[in-house]
Nanobody, 124 residues
Framework: QVQLVESGGGLVQAGGSLKLSCAASGRTFSSYAMGWFRQAPGKEREFVAAISWSGATTHYADSLKGRFTISRDNAKNTVYLQMNSLKPEDTAVYYC?????????????????WGQGTQVTVSS
């Protein structure tokens, strides 16, 4: 069983920054891809970013490229999401997910463990 615990969410003004963290335990963290997804009220969960087991490959939602950066520290079993130039439409619950495979994926079906989520609210 894998446990994922997100932190770093909160309230920020538009244009501000936040850095989310996700601490993992329960299996060999460095062997698997990790991802971030988000879900706004009344909307489906959507892909944000993903990173391969080594950190060498990253994928981003097209609309977020240039503002968000995913990274990982395998020595700390932690994945991060740096969010800059935040907009009110970035308001959502952000979820960390552990992949089934070593390569990153856009699809929720390729992730088999999920954190409880952390709320990010961007005020205008």
């Amino acid at each position: 069983q894998v446990q994922l615990v997100e932190s770093g969410g909160g309230l920020v003004q538009a244009g501000g920054s936040l850095k989310l963290s996700c601490a993992a335990s329960g299996r060999t963290f460095s062997s698997y891809a990790m991802g971030w997804f988000r879900q706004a009220p009344g909307k489906e969960r959507e892909f944000v970013a993903a990173i391969s087991w080594s950190g060498a490959t990253t994928h981003y939602a097209d609309s977020l490229k240039g503002r968000f950066t995913i990274s990982r520290d395998n020595a700390k079993n932690t994945v991060y999401l740096q969010m800059n130039s935040l907009k009110p439409e970035d308001t959502a619950v952000y979820y960390c997910a552990a992949g089934r495979y070593s390569t990153p994926s856009y699809s929720t079906s390729n992730y088999n463990y999920w954190g409880q989520g952390t709320q990010v609210t961007v005020s205008s």
